[in-house]
């Protein structure tokens, strides 16, 4: 089973700042990888598919890159609305299965 | 445009089984794969399993497998997710997410299941 693992833990910055999150797989899913935004009290939001695919009215400042086992997603301006925890979701051929990465809290400075 | 409607939130016994329903429209069900993730309070995402709402093939995690079944109701564009042996630890909010290509793009709201004696 892939274990997915995200790094930091929490991330402080402040507005305007660029944040780089990291997600590590225990072996190669390709680009079988998605990120996601959850806020407080709200559903997860689908931001990349495959790696680097923004998802539908995603804006430009979120990135995605990587393949195999190391990726990164990237916020290249942080807007106040930004602050949310974010998740990694790998998709596995064999055995066929997926899994979430433990998450980054992105908070304000 | 796309919805995923749960079902209310429950309350059961620790022992007890309890099933949540998710009802989709604005696409064809029987087209995408349907997940349910599972979200105890203050912590993270877990996916339990998935269907396939065309032929109904199922894939389970691990940790789920023996206590998780999911089905689907294609007349009803309906797909339920059912756990058993209910202990406090499954204490969490339940989502079905509709799959786009291995990614969840639409997610319901969530089913909130509390297990309290």
């Known amino acids: 089973e892939i274990v997915l693992t995200q790094s930091p833990a929490t991330l402080s910055l402040s507005p305007g700042e660029r944040a780089t999150l990291s997600c590590r797989a225990s072996?190669?899913?390709?680009?079988?990888l998605a990120w996601y935004q959850q806020k407080p009290g709200q559903v997860p939001r689908l931001l990349i598919s495959?790696?680097?695919n923004r998802a539908t009215g995603i804006p430009a400042r979120f990135s995605g890159s990587g393949s195999g086992t190391d990726f990164t997603l990237t916020i290249s301006s942080l807007d106040p609305e930004d602050f949310a925890v974010y998740y990694c979701?790998?998709?596995?051929?064999?055995?066929?299965?997926?899994?979430f990465g433990g998450g980054t809290r992105v908070e304000i400075k | 445009q796309v919805h995923l409607v749960q079902s209310g939130a429950e309350v059961k016994k620790p022992g007890a089984s309890v099933k949540v329903s998710c009802k989709a429209s604005?696409?064809?069900?029987?087209?995408?794969?349907l997940h349910w993730v599972r979200q105890a309070p203050g912590q993270g995402l877990e996916w339990m399993g998935w269907?396939?709402?065309?032929?109904?093939?199922?894939k389970y995690s691990r940790k789920f497998q023996g206590r998780v079944t999911i089905t689907r109701d294609t007349s009803a564009s309906t797909a339920y997710m059912e756990l058993s042996s209910l202990t406090s630890e499954d204490t969490a909010v339940y989502y079905c997410?509709?799959?786009?290509?291995?990614?969840?793009?639409?997610w319901g709201k969530g089913t909130t299941v509390t297990v309290s004696s």
């Open positions: 269907i396939n709402a065309g032929n109904g093939a199922t």
């Open positions: 072996q190669s899913v390709g680009t079988y």
């Open positions: 495959d790696a680097s």
């Open positions: 997410a509709k799959d786009s290509y291995y990614s969840m793009d639409v």
């Open positions: 604005g696409y064809t069900f029987i087209s995408h794969t």
């Open positions: 979701q790998q998709r596995s051929n064999w055995p066929p299965a997926l899994s």
